[in-house]
């Protein structure tokens, strides 16, 4: 299968190889993955039903193009995000059904070529902060000398998203997880789940604010930042200060904490001047899995909302966006084609470098 995703991306980046290349003009790329977020959950998609507010994403979308028939290439967090990350559909790896858990083994092919390696040969730097899910070399749930409590200071991490291109990442291997790990070393174990988002999203923040404070990185070394939420997904648990806010239960306010650590990210990107270099995607690994009227029965299955996902995307560096744009898409890869001819980007110049996967 053609390298879809990965083909779309440099072009949305606007990465050009050859002769031609202009190493200053490669844009950062903000790449803002929601955990089970419903399309109808953001304002600006569904303004005439949805009551959440949604301010940040819908500035976004005001500002950028979003594409109103996204899909998911899985109606679960593992597929989807392996997916995302290697341009190929699950069911060609050896996960067949369902996700990671974590008595699992690690689910990417070491040798297979992913997002981060394939923008690192490109010159970028890349981080992840927040969700991997995608399996890790050790297993706590089975291992008696690793509990859910206390940390073991400095445990090493064999597998994970540094050995898969990122170089940098800070977050938890899935949801429900107060453990978290830097780089390949657990860190430190928050006391409580309604930490987790403010955490990732500081450590988001100061992501941007390192590539922002080192003024040749900001000239010679884009960034690649996935921002991999573990919101809105079940538990629902927004922090204190917003608990209860929104007036409609504890999804409404998880979705409304969403976005506002989405606000608090692009205003970093404003904070450190770099709003004018870097390109924003936001959307969900996923639809909705809590449902209507806050049932636990939508998620998992191959229904419209579960697999319909927003899209959102912002390019500073293009004159060139309509929106919004209404034609069946799907993340894996038909979108950015799409993407790329309202960018005017040149796909031909980077398609040599793509493998089939
Ligand atoms: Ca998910």
């Not at 997916?83 to 059904?97: D, E, F, H, I």
């Not at 608990?243 to 506002?260: I, P």
Request: aromatic share 10%; net charge negative.
């Amino acid at each position: 299968m053609r390298f879809a995703f990965l083909v779309c991306c440099l072009a949305v980046a606007g990465v050009r190889t050859g002769a031609c290349a202009d190493e200053n003009r490669r844009p950062n790329i903000l790449f803002i993955l929601a955990d089970d977020l419903g399309w109808g959950d953001v304002h600006a998609n569904n303004p005439g039903a949805c009551k959440i507010p949604t301010p940040h994403m819908d500035r976004v979308a005001e500002e950028g193009l979003t594409l109103t028939d996204m899909h998911s290439a899985s109606a679960v967090c593992s597929p989807s995000r392996y997916a995302l990350l290697t341009g190929r559909y699950s069911w060609r790896s050896r996960l067949q059904r369902s996700i990671v858990y974590p008595n699992m083994d690690y689910l990417i092919d070491p040798d297979r070529l992913t997002l981060p390696e394939m923008l690192n040969k490109q010159g970028y730097y890349s981080g992840i902060v927040g969700k991997w899910h995608l399996g890790s070399e050790y297993d706590r749930a089975v291992d008696e000398d690793l509990p859910a409590g206390p940390i073991r200071d400095g445990r090493h991490v064999a597998k994970g998203p540094l050995t898969q291109g990122f170089d940098y990442f800070y977050g938890a291997y899935t949801n429900g997880e107060t453990i978290m790990i830097e780089n390949d070393r657990e860190v430190l174990n928050l006391p409580k789940l309604e930490d987790v988002l403010p955490l990732h999203t500081r450590k988001a923040v100061e992501f941007i604010q390192r590539r922002g404070g080192l003024k040749i990185y900001k000239r010679r070394v884009p960034f690649f930042l996935f921002f991999s939420m573990t919101s809105p997904h079940f538990p629902l648990v927004p922090s204190e200060e917003w608990k209860g806010r929104t007036g409609m239960g504890d999804y409404a306010d998880f979705v409304a904490e969403t976005d506002h650590s989405i606000g608090d990210v692009l205003a970093a990107i404003e904070q450190v001047g770099l709003e004018d270099e870097t390109i924003v995607i936001v959307t969900s690994d996923h639809g909705e899995f809590v449902g209507d009227k806050g049932l636990l029965r939508h998620g998992c299955y191959t229904w419209e909302p579960v697999v319909k996902v927003p899209l959102i995307f912002y390019d500073p560096t293009s004159s060139n966006q309509t929106s919004p744009t209404h034609t069946l898409s799907n993340v894996i890869g038909l979108p950015w084609p799409r993407i790329v001819m309202l960018r005017g980007s040149p796909l031909a110049g980077i398609a040599g470098s793509l493998s089939d996967q």
